[in-house]
């Protein structure tokens, strides 16, 4: 199966300074790529959509000034978590699709814990 | 707007034994994609099983099979056989027609298999 890759595996900053987790598809290219956030024992929450070349799309109530996302090629997206505080502690986790004929199948990244001090 | 709910926050069954995951949504489309993930303890997304909304045959996936009810909008995961390495958080997601990838998650429910 396809693998994503996700970089760091956590991370551990203090408070105000600024992150980026790296989401790469190592044996496929991806024109989407999806960032989710999970608090313990909950769901997803799927934070925006990101396309290759162009500017990401947020869900509601997610600050794209605080949550820069880039998806500078097919195979690489990061997410920067700016001026970070320790509310935004959190394991974020990306996917990334594939197209196969009528069907896209996603693929998920092993997932990122950040820890905001 | 799409919704999943999945009313069943923890489940348990003995080792060999079958158990059955609840999944309901809303939507006013009429054809997507339903999909159920396993996340373990290492929290990797693992997908289970997919069922598209306009085929009526159920999906199965060896031990895992799933009870489509497209009028009711119910989806529910049944596992058969059940074992240690079943103990998990299940997921029961959806996707609209134009199948992007953007999924809508449910709640989530956890699983714990007893030896």
């Known amino acids: 199966g396809a693998v994503v890759s996700q970089h760091p595996s956590r991370v551990i900053c203090k408070s105000g300074t600024s992150v980026k987790i790296e989401c790469r598809s190592l044996d496929f290219q991806a024109t989407t790529m999806f960032w989710y956030r999970q608090f313990p024992k909950k769901s997803l929450m799927l934070m925006a959509t990101s396309n290759e070349g162009s500017k990401a799309t947020y869900e509601q109530g997610v600050e794209k000034d605080k949550f820069l996302i880039n998806h500078a090629s097919l195979t690489l997206s990061t997410l920067t978590v700016t001026s970070a505080h320790p509310e935004d502690s959190s394991f974020y986790i990306c996917?990334?699709?594939?197209?196969?004929?009528?069907?896209?199948?996603?693929?998920f990244g092993p997932g990122t814990r950040l820890t905001v001090l | 707007a799409q919704t999943v709910t999945q009313s069943q926050p923890e489940m348990s069954v003995q080792e060999a034994e079958t158990v059955t995951l609840s999944c309901t949504y809303d939507?006013?489309?009429?054809?997507?994609?339903l999909f159920w993930y396993k996340q373990p303890p290492s929290r990797q997304m693992i997908l289970v099983i997919r069922q598209e909304a306009y085929k009526q045959q159920n999906a199965t996936e060896n031990r895992f099979s799933v009870n489509f009810q497209k009028a009711a909008k119910s989806f529910s995961l049944k596992i058969s056989d059940s074992q240690l390495g079943d103990t998990a958080m299940y997921f029961c997601a959806f996707t609209g027609p134009s199948n992007t990838g953007k999924l809508i998650f449910g709640q989530g429910t956890t699983l714990q298999v007893k030896p």
């Open positions: 939507t006013s489309e009429n054809n997507y994609y």
């Open positions: 996917s990334a699709t594939r197209g196969a004929g009528n069907y896209n199948e996603q693929f």
